[in-house]
C-alpha cells in the first residue's frame, strides 16, 4: 500500500523555482486537523493542555500555529526557554521537563514563571541554590523501574532509564516540597517511546492515577495536573495502522473516572508533551537523486544526507520513500537510497523496492515532521537545508532559510581565518 505524500511533483516542481532541494516540507492543514483531533479528544477534561515537545521540531513559524490552540512549550533547555520566550509563551505556557539541568536553566526557567518538573530528588536542594524560594506549583518526573508492559508485551525499560525518580524518592520529594512552601503538585513521566496502540496512554494514565491517588492521600498535598508527556507514535511503515486519538482519549477518561473522580479526585488537569504525534506525519524531506551507482548493489545517490535526517543512520529507521510522478508505478527495482556523507551509514534506505528512479527525480521522504531537521548535524561541512511550510491556501511560505557557509563558519568570527572564509565566500556569491 502506497503512503501518501501530502506534497505532488506538480507543486514541488514549482517550490523548486524558488527552493532548491533538499528541503523540509511541513503541512499546515494536516498540523491544524492533528491539533483539534487532540483537543476533542481531550475535551472532556477541563484542564487539558497539550505542551509540544519543542526538541522535535524547534521552529517558531509552526509552534505559532499550535499556540492558536492553546499550546504551550515543553522545554528542557536554555535556547529552547529562549524560543518559548520569543513566540509569548511562558508562565504556566512552559513546562520545563528537563534533566541533567545545569543551574542557570533552572534560574531563567524560573524567571519566565515556567512550571518546573524535577527529573531527581537531588535536585531539590540544587532548584533551592539557583532560585531561593520555589513556585507554587512544581512536578516531579517518575520512573517506576522495572519492565512497561501493556497485557504481556514489553513495551520499554524504565528501569534501564535515566530518568525520573524512585516510588519512593517521589513520596519523599513531594513532602520536602511540601514542607518548604509549594502548594500545587504534578507528576509527570514518560514510559514508552513511539508507541502504536491505543493503549499507551491509558495504560501510563491508570499507573499515574493511582499513585495520585495514594500520594495525595499519604502526603497530602494536592496533585494539580498529570502529565502523561510523549510517546505516542505515528505509523512510519506503509500498511501500519495509527493512533486513534479518540479512542486514546476515552481510554484515558474512562481510568480517570474510575481511579480519580471515584477518589473525589475530578479536578485534576491531564497534560501532554507530545512531540512526534503532533508534527511527524506532517513534514517531509524532499530532496532529488542526483547519480546512480552500480557496483555489488544498486545505489540511488540523492541531495540529501543524514545531516537533513539523522533516524535512518542513527536508529535504522524506516522512513518511506516516495517517487514523486511514480506513485502508481510498480516498486520493482531495489535499491539503498544514500547521500553524501563519508559515512557508510550515511542512507535513507537499504534494499528498498522502488520504481525504477532517473536521475532528477524528487522522491519525497515521509514523516519527517518531528525529530527530523531537529536531529540534524554539520558533519562533513554539510549544511541544514531550509524549512517551508505549504499553506492551506496551496501557497510556500519560508519559514527557515537554508544554512550559508558563513553560517557554519560563524564561530571563528573572533579571527583572521574568518575574514579569510568570508572574502571566498562573497567571491563565490555564498554569502
Ligand atoms: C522527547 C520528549 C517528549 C516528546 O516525545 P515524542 O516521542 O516526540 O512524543 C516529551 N517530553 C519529554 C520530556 C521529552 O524528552
Redesign the pocket.
Known amino acids: 500500500m502506497e503512503k501518501k505524500t501530502f506534497v505532488t511533483k506538480e507543486q514541488v516542481e514549482e517550490i523548486v523555482k524558488s527552493y532548491p532541494t533538499p528541503f523540509h516540507l511541513y503541512d499546515e492543514k494536516g498540523i491544524r486537523e492533528n491539533i483539534k483531533a487532540l483537543r476533542d479528544a481531550f475535551s472532556w477534561n477541563n484542564g487539558f493542555k497539550e505542551y509540544f ?1 519543542v ?2 521540531t524547534p521552529n517558531p513559524f509552526l509552534i505559532n500555529i499550535l499556540r492558536e490552540y492553546g499550546c504551550g512549550c ?1 522545554c ?1 533547555s536554555y535556547t529552547e526557554l529562549m524560543l518559548s520566550e520569543a513566540i509569548g509563551a511562558i508562565g504556566k505556557d512552559i513546562m520545563f ?1 528537563s534533566n541533567d539541568t545545569p543551574m542557570e536553566e533552572y534560574v531563567y526557567a524560573n524567571q519566565l514563571g515556567a512550571i518546573i518538573n524535577l527529573d531527581d530528588i537531588t535536585h531539590i536542594d540544587f532548584l533551592e541554590e539557583a532560585i531561593g524560594t520555589f513556585p507554587e506549583t512544581m512536578s516531579c518526573r517518575y520512573n517506576p523501574g522495572g519492565l512497561f508492559k501493556i497485557s504481556n508485551d514489553i513495551m520499554d525499560n524504565p528501569g534501564d532509564s535515566k530518568y525520573g525518580l524512585t516510588t519512593e524518592q517521589l513520596y519523599e520529594a513531594f513532602k520536602i516540597l511540601k514542607s518548604k512552601g509549594v502548594k500545587e503538585f504534578g507528576i509527570h513521566a ?1 514510559l514508552a ?2 508507541t502504536v496502540t491505543n493503549e499507551y496512554y491509558p495504560t501510563l494514565a491508570k499507573v499515574l492515577f493511582e499513585l495520585a491517588v495514594d500520594l495525595q492521600k499519604e502526603t497530602g498535598v494536592h496533585i494539580k495536573f498529570i502529565n502523561l ?5 505515528i505509523p512510519y511503515q506503509p500498511g501500519q495502522e495509527g493512533n486513534d486519538i479518540k479512542v486514546i482519549g476515552e481510554g484515558v477518561r474512562k481510568v480517570y473516572e474510575e481511579v480519580l473522580t471515584a477518589a473525589g479526585m475530578g479536578d485534576v488537569a491531564i497534560y501532554t ?5 503532533m508534527m511527524g506525519p506532517y513534514g517531509c524531506l524532499v530532496t532529488k537523486a542526483i547519480h546512480e551507482k552500480h557496483t555489488y548493489k544498486e545505489y540511488i545517490g540523492v541531495d540529501a544526507c543524514a545531516v537533513n535526517l539523522m533516524r535512518p543512520a542513527m536508529y535504522g529507521a524506516y522512513h518511506h520513500i516516495t517517487v514523486l510522478g511514480k506513485e502508481e508505478e510498480p516498486r520493482d527495482y531495489q535499491y539503498d537510497v544514500t547521500g553524501s556523507l563519508c559515512e557508510n551509514n550515511d542512507k535513507f534506505a537499504i534494499d528498498r523496492m522502488l520504481p525504477k528512479v532517473e536521475m532528477g527525480d524528487y522522491m519525497v521522504i515521509h514523516d519527517t515532521g ?2 527530523g531537521f531537529a536531529m540534524g548535524y554539520n558533519y562533513n561541512g554539510k549544511l541544514k537545508s531550509a524549512e517551508l511550510l505549504l499553506k492551506e491556501d496551496g501557497n510556500v511560505e519560508l519559514i527557515r532559510r537554508a544554512e550559508k557557509p558563513m553560517d557554519y563558519y560563524a564561530t571563528f568570527d573572533f579571527s583572521d581565518f574568518h575574514k579569510k572564509i568570508k572574502e571566498i565566500s562573497e567571491r563565490e556569491s555564498k554569502i
Open positions: 515537545a526538541k522535535a515543553d528542557s521537563s514518560f517511546s513511539n508527556s510523549g510517546g505516542i507514535g508533551e507530545l512531540g512526534r504525534f518531528a525529530h
